[in-house]
């Protein structure tokens, strides 16, 4: 019988994952064309991917906590009746950027494009290329150095946070 991994544990095997990704992304950070900026492409990618899979997966795992609806709004909700108003709104913020980097430019790309303090890098939309494979950055910046940290680091403690209620 398999035992299920926590959150703790997925989040800490998402961040040995991404680290070669970002070790490539800072390695390649001066590409702009060629096979380098290929690279820096995929890598960027693979750092997109791991970002909203850690995201969904902690979505999944914790859904238990709320009868039904939208997870991040009851979750946003229970943090600020719980005091956690900062960490409510980090977690409402990388909703949103996991939501961009899902379905592109939306409702929580504007949301986050209006945001005065915001914790995400935005690429305006205008400023994207239509050929996708040229581009190293998408409409979120994940290759920012405290993105993915502070992704991660605001899971877990949404998750402390929930498992002690």
Partial sequence: MNVSKS???????AQANAKAPQDRI????HATTGPEAEQLRAATVELEKISVDIYSVFEARMQHHFKRGPFSRKL??????GGETDLAERIRQYYLAI???????GDSYRELAKEQDALVL????QDMIEDDTTRAVGLVDVTDEGFFDGLTAAILEAYRFLEQK
């Fill in 26 to 29: 800072s390695e390649l950070s």
């Fill in 122 to 125: 935005l690429r305006p939309a």
């Fill in 7 to 13: 959150i703790a544990e997925l989040v800490a095997a």
């Fill in 99 to 105: 939501n961009v980097l899902k379905h592109g430019k």
């Fill in 76 to 81: 946003q909700s229970l943090l600020v009746a």
